[in-house]
């Protein structure tokens, strides 16, 4: 064959067999590649320049619902067409765009494939040119995939997200999310209408950095760097503080980290500060509820006019939470007032001093009889009477209330505080309730004492008369004069060696002064007979008991002294009279009584016989007892009167 004499190298023409081999090569490579194209995930198309398919993989068949025969050749705007959700076309086919812009394109994220079944495929498409060895463009690849779950996820994602954007928008109390390092990624309405901030004082700051540093709470710190950390939340941490526009406010916070982040904190903050200053309120009220028990106790068992007063003073101190009270009583007769009780009070002038109804400003609320209330005595005119003490005890705030019960004034309650006290209407409607318990207790201390006093009067009054009656009864019958006052008291001192208490003596002495009073019922010729009486006269002398019960049986005062008067003639063998009683039948103060009785008769002149020895009287006593005596109270009667050995029963 000649040579090429033509311009430029030469080339050597390939041979027949090295042209085979060539092809075969390419033919392997085509083959490796449309294998590989035909195993990936994603969906692969590439056209030739005109835009005609000339390989569709398994994938693309699937989203397109075109087989690879029927589209090769076709046009790819007839098995590929794309739209946009946005623009809801496109103006022109990926194909033609990459050959137009000679570069990579991608489809909007929101392009959608409308397969041949007219079915829409949300997917993401990247298309570029193919080019030769030598640049030159012989065709377009399309590689797409299915975006439905992906998308769905997102909108998934995106709806949750604006739900819960949603929630905490209308959310009534105020929400923080916070990042890890604490800054503000989002808050509600609730939270910048609350605390009086706005977005942009708010958003990417430091929560302790928000509106002049007002977050910056030391428990608050505690919670979010040292609770936290280690929790996945805290509940229900109450923390009281001083916010700059809304006063001081108690706070409920509650936190959460979200769930599956350790990214976001969400802070909920509900103010509870109405709910616990009711709790407070409710407390108080139980507390003065308390107060006002204790008084009504006071009422109750009033014995003692100090003692109340100091009673009402502690409630009085600790309840309306004052520095000292006082309580002044008022004279009605004299028109004057006296310091009856203090407390904190360190001065004790005012114990020695004496106001006059007007006089200081407890005499002017006696007179004006309504409660006076001075906030600051400093820019008060002091009066004489107060002016040294109030000044020496460096009192600020004086409250003075009338005591008035049943109309009437009995004294004067004074506050003092040393600081400017400024209370409200709740610790005025409670001095008021204080004060009218005040003086209920006072009145009914000063009624008690008043009864105490009547009722000593008529004690007297009743001992005075039953003193006269056995005087009368001795000077009646003078053959026993001065009997029973000896009988009396020998009487009392075996009851008191019996062990008998004071209110059980008291009776027997009454009974012994009128153990013989029922002889008042028998005449004179039978009582002041000289010589002995007759079986008649003995009938109507055994009468005495009981005209003696008839007499006093209708005094309740009396009634429980008629032991004696009744069966003091009563005989422990059941011989005596008048109703023939027998042992323990016969009350013990008739039993007391009969042996000092016989004693004392024994031991007395009469006109028909002389007084016995006293060891003659002795052994009669002795010889009568289980007769006419109880053993065991003459064996008492025996160790009172010194003539028992020391080991001698009671």
């Known amino acids: 064959m000649p040579e090429n004499t033509s311009g430029g190298s030469s080339r050597r023409k390939m041979t027949r067999r090295e042209l085979s081999a060539r092809y075969d090569e390419l033919r392997r490579h085509s083959a490796h590649l449309r294998a590989a194209l035909y195993s990936i995930g994603d969906a692969v198309i590439i056209t030739n320049i005109d835009g005609r398919i000339s390989l569709m993989n398994p994938t693309a068949e699937r989203l397109t619902g075109w087989a690879e025969p029927e589209a090769l050749e076709s046009p790819i705007e007839q098995i590929f067409r794309i739209v946009d959700e946005e623009t809801r076309a496109m103006l022109e086919s990926p194909v033609a765009r990459v050959l137009r812009e000679d570069a990579v394109v991608r489809l909007s994220p929101r392009a959608v494939l409308i397969n041949r079944n007219g079915r829409a495929i949300p997917i993401g498409d990247t298309s570029a040119p193919i080019r030769t060895e030598s640049g030159d463009v012989t065709g377009v690849i399309l590689i797409f995939q299915d975006q439905t779950s992906v998308r769905t996820t997102f909108h998934a994602v995106q709806q949750a997200r604006e739900f819960a954007e949603n929630i905490v928008a209308t959310v009534r ?40 540093r007002q ?21 229900g941490y109450e923390v009281t503080h001083n916010f700059e526009h809304i006063g001081q406010r108690t706070m409920l916070l509650n936190a959460r980290r979200v769930r599956h982040s350790d990214e976001f904190i969400l802070l909920a903050i509900e ?56 309580i002044l009583l008022l004279d009605p007769y004299a028109q004057t007032l006296t310091y009856a009780a203090e407390r904190g009070v360190r001065s004790r002038a005012n114990q020695r001093t004496t106001l006059y109804t007007g006089e200081g400003y407890a005499g002017r609320v006696v007179l004006d009889r309504r409660m006076l209330f001075i906030t600051d005595l400093r820019e008060s005119e002091l009066e004489p009477s107060y002016a040294p003490v109030l000044q020496q005890e460096a009192f600020v705030t004086y409250c003075g209330v009338p005591l008035i019960a049943k109309g009437q004034v009995k004294g004067v309650l004074e506050l003092f505080h040393r600081t400017r006290l400024d209370p409200d209407q709740d610790w005025f409607d409670f001095l008021e309730t204080l004060a009218v318990q005040a003086a209920i207790a006072i009145d009914s201390v000063i009624l008690f004492e008043t009864m105490q006093r009547s009722n000593a009067q008529m004690i007297l009054a009743y001992e005075a008369t039953i003193r006269g009656w056995a005087h009368a009864l001795d000077l009646r019958d003078r053959e026993t004069e001065g009997h029973s006052q000896r009988v009396t008291d020998l009487t009392v001192r075996l009851a008191r060696a019996a062990g008998l208490s004071d209110e059980q003596i008291a009776h027997i002495r009454r009974g012994a002064l009128l153990h013989d009073i029922g002889k008042l019922g028998v005449p004179d010729s039978i009582l002041r007979k000289p010589g002995q009486l007759t079986e008649e006269e003995w009938a109507v002398m055994r009468q005495h008991p009981d005209y003696a019960y ?15 008067p009744y069966s003091h003639h009563e005989r422990w063998d059941g011989t005596g009279y008048p109703r023939g009683l027998k042992g323990e039948q016969i009350p013990l103060a008739a039993r007391l ?58």
Do not use: C
């Not at 977050?215 to 509940?235: C, Q, T, V």
């Not at 009220?285 to 008084?295: E, F, G, P, S, V």
């Not at 209708?554 to 004696?564: F, G, H, S």
């Open 173 to 212: 109390e105020p929400l923080l999310v916070l990042s890890r390092n604490l800054r503000v990624v989002s808050a509600n309405r609730a939270f910048y209408q609350m605390f009086h901030t706005t977005p942009a004082d708010t958003l990417h700051q430091h929560i302790y950095e928000i509106g002049n």
């Open 215 to 235: 977050w910056d709470i030391p428990e608050l710190r505690r919670l979010l760097e040292e609770i936290l950390p280690h929790n996945a939340h805290f509940d």
């Open 271 to 326: 103010d509870v500060t109405e709910r616990v200053r009711a709790e407070q309120r409710l407390h108080m009220h139980l507390r003065r509820l308390r107060a006002l028990r204790t008084i009504d106790q006071a009422i109750i068992s009033a014995l003692d006019m100090r003692a109340v007063l100091d009673i009402l003073l502690d409630q009085v101190t600790s309840y309306l939470y004052v520095d000292a009270a006082s």
């Open 550 to 564: 008839t007499m006093l049986s209708p005094i309740e005062y009396l009634r429980p002294a008629l032991d004696i």
């Open 593 to 650: 009584f009969a042996v000092a009785d016989v004693w004392d008769a024994l031991q007395s002149d009469r006109p028909y016989r002389a007084r016995w020895q006293r060891e003659e009287a002795l052994d009669y006593i002795r010889s009568q007892a289980g007769t006419h005596f109880d053993p065991d109270v003459v064996a008492l009667f025996l160790k009172v009167i010194g003539e028992a050995p020391d080991d001698a029963a009671p």
